[in-house]
């Protein structure tokens, strides 16, 4: 199976059908209807065909400092800077997931103890931020073991649920 079609089967609920040929968007971050703030950070990947072997992952606005900065570029990406913030792209692949890691580490110390940051509001987005970037590198790290003739029965976690783990469990 390539990466797309597992994608879609793991986030099926949270995919939109872009306007180009059979080109899809994933959305993967935990944003709720109560999180307003127009800083928080949209996690997308992106595909230009459903049959994909590889994704472009998009973060923006995202929190990025000189480390961020440094290890997207390291790997292929690219940071623009743009009147809302930040935008991140990273193309990937199914043996990514380390790649993955790295940024949400990266993203996680932009605002660890004594670093200085210009919106106050990263303070909670970075870990959000985070936290959703490790739950896909777990699920691209299970797309790469997946064989090729077997169907996606991808557990992806809240962030596909369309629940934020942030938020409360309604009985």
Same mark, same amino acid.
């Given at each position: 199976?390539?990466? +797309? %079609?597992?994608?879609?089967?793991?986030?099926? %609920?949270?995919v &939109?059908? !872009?306007?180009?040929?059979? @080109?899809?968007?994933?959305?993967?971050?935990?944003?709720?209807?109560?999180?307003?703030?127009?800083?928080?950070?949209?996690?997308?990947?992106?595909?230009? =065909?459903?049959?994909? %072997?590889? *994704?472009?992952?998009? $973060?923006?606005?995202?929190? &990025?400092?000189?480390?961020?900065?440094?290890? *997207?570029?390291?790997?292929? @990406?690219?940071?623009? &800077?743009?009147?809302?913030?930040? %935008?991140?792209? $990273?193309?990937?692949?199914?043996?990514?997931?380390?790649? *993955?890691?790295?940024?949400?580490?990266a993203?996680?110390?932009? !605002?660890?103890?004594?670093?200085?940051?210009?919106?106050?509001? /990263?303070? /909670?987005?970075c870990?959000? !931020?985070?936290?959703?970037?490790?739950?896909?590198?777990? $699920?691209? +790290?299970?797309?790469?073991?997946?064989?090729?003739?077997?169907?996606?029965? +991808?557990?992806?976690?809240? +962030?596909?649920?369309?629940?934020?783990? &942030?938020?409360?469990? =309604?009985?």
């Open positions: 199976m390539n990466l +797309a %079609t597992f994608l879609l089967a793991a986030y099926g %609920t949270r &939109h059908r !872009t306007s180009f040929g059979d @080109g899809l968007s994933i959305r993967i971050d935990d944003q709720s209807q109560g999180d307003v703030h127009l800083g928080f950070c949209q996690i997308h990947l992106s595909a230009q =065909r459903s049959d994909d %072997t590889s *994704v472009l992952l998009e $973060l923006s606005p995202a929190p &990025h400092d000189a480390e961020v900065e440094e290890m *997207v570029n390291r790997h292929g @990406g690219h940071i623009t &800077h743009g009147s809302i913030g930040a %935008t991140i792209q $990273l193309p990937l692949g199914p043996r990514d997931a380390r790649r *993955v890691r790295d940024l949400a580490r993203i996680r110390r932009v !605002t660890r103890r004594g670093q200085r940051y210009p919106d106050p509001n /990263w303070k /909670w987005i870990p959000r !931020t985070a936290d959703s970037l490790e739950r896909f590198a777990e $699920l691209l +790290a299970r797309a790469r073991r997946q064989p090729a003739n077997q169907s996606a029965n +991808a557990e992806p976690g809240p +962030a596909c649920s369309g629940r934020s783990s &942030h938020e409360p469990k =309604r009985g």
